[in-house]
């Protein structure tokens, strides 16, 4: 826990360090952020001349970077940060575990700011359990950190839009700034950091659409659920081998991603939650890797292709709540993997497949809340149990006969 806000070291007044300091941070911040004192980088500039305990050299190469962090760590409200703020004295003087703005420490063990072999910061990675207390707008000084390939800021209450700035960091390749307050649109322009190859931006209340120019990235995860995105998929984004893809929870609209559906390198593929119309595709048959797949609550049409029964790594399917007719094939026999599966509140109609009697892995079976016919054979009720490879959910229609269901509706 940090110490009580009076322990805070006083600024010294101006000095000529003061004004040696600004000579060479201006060109990165500008003058006149230095005109008003409470700005983060004031309060940065006057640590680094007349607190800071290191008192590195006008003319260290590490100054200018000790400089962004001191901003970094002002316009994230430090003083209030959950652990490590330069008042706690529980952090230690380990790499990674060290007080911000500390004693003599160098910056590279500052609590989570990684460094490479010359003392280059290449990572600010705060993956911290329920958050950091990071408060406050993310400041265009850490555009200056030229070196980072990881930006790792989930569960805070960082605001303000998104800043275009992160697209000019070369080696940028993973984005995590989920879970925090972030506004306004996604910008266009991170698709400059050309190496960007993971973008959590999922649980902040971004609006818009999605950046028709994340197409030319080498997206692997994109995650932006829980957000009031709207629009489709570009169809650029039929270009990238992404693996996972977490989308729902948003106001996308439209028919079902062709540019999604059909990939053969995405495993993880949440969509449930919006207001995507139409049938699902049958080029989800090439979908060789796919083994998680949500598309609960979206208004959809038609029944289950049968191509759905060539994507034979599926482990989770939940189409509930879709409007989905037809029979129930007896093609699920080839989804042998399956461990959870969720076909409830939808009109399908007929009687329970047979092929449902070698899904053996099942944990989850729900078909409530559809017209169907028939009986829950003897072979599933034997499934029953509470181990973790049992089947300990299953639910059916009352028009059904089960002899071991926990739910009829």
């Not at 709207?230 to 650029?236: A, L, V």
């Not at 949500?294 to 482990?315: C, D, I, K, R, S």
């Not at 049992?390 to 739910?407: E, M, Y």
Request: aromatic share 8%.
């Amino acid at each position: 826990p940090s110490l009580s806000p009076s322990t805070i070291p006083s600024a010294a007044p101006t000095t000529a360090r003061f004004d040696d300091v600004i000579g060479v941070v201006s060109a990165l911040s500008g003058t006149d952020v230095f005109q008003d004192q409470s700005s983060p980088q004031y309060e940065a500039a006057e640590w680094i001349a007349n607190i800071d305990e290191l008192r590195l050299p006008i003319d260290s190469p590490r100054l200018l970077q000790r400089y962004i962090l001191a901003v970094f760590y002002f316009a994230m409200g430090g003083d209030g940060w959950s652990q490590c703020s330069r008042l706690d004295a529980s952090c230690v003087d380990d790499p990674g575990r060290a007080a911000w703005l500390a004693g003599t420490t160098n910056e590279c063990t500052w609590f989570s700011v990684r460094c490479d072999d010359d003392d280059v910061v290449n990572q600010l990675f705060f993956a911290v359990t329920f958050g950091n207390n990071l408060v406050g707008e993310l400041p265009v000084e850490v555009s200056g950190l030229t070196n980072l390939n990881t930006i790792f800021l989930a569960d805070n209450k960082i605001r303000g839009t998104i800043p275009a700035f992160l697209g000019d960091l070369s080696m940028l390749s993973t984005i995590i700034l989920q879970e925090n307050i972030f506004s306004g649109t996604i910008p266009p322009l991170l698709a400059r950091a050309s190496l960007l190859g993971t973008i959590y931006v999922g649980a902040n209340s971004l609006t818009g659409q999605i950046p028709t120019e994340f197409g030319q990235l080498p997206l692997t995860d994109f995650r932006v659920e829980r957000n009031s995105l709207s629009g489709n998929i570009p169809s650029s984004f039929r270009n990238i081998s992404l693996v996972t893809a977490e989308i729902h929870v948003n106001n996308f609209s439209g028919t079902l991603p062709d540019a999604l559906f059909g990939s053969a390198s995405l495993a993880s593929f949440l969509l449930h939650d919006n207001a995507f119309t139409g049938p699902i595709p049958t080029t989800i048959g090439s979908m060789e890797s796919l083994s998680e797949l949500e598309m609960q609550n979206n208004p959809l049409v038609g029944q289950l292709p049968e191509e759905l029964f060539l994507a034979t790594a599926l482990t989770d399917l939940d189409v509930s709540f879709c409007n989905l007719n037809g029979t129930l094939s007896e093609s699920f026999v080839n989804l042998t993997s399956l461990r959870n599966l969720d076909l409830s509140n939808n009109q399908f109609s007929g009687t329970i497949p047979r092929a449902f009697n070698n899904l053996t892995r099942l944990n989850t079976l729900l078909l409530h809340g559809n017209p169907l016919s028939g009986t829950i054979s003897q072979e599933v009720c034997d499934e029953k149990g509470t181990r973790f490879f049992d089947l300990q959910n299953l639910t059916a229609p009352p028009t059904v006969s089960c002899t071991c269901c926990d739910l009829q509706l």
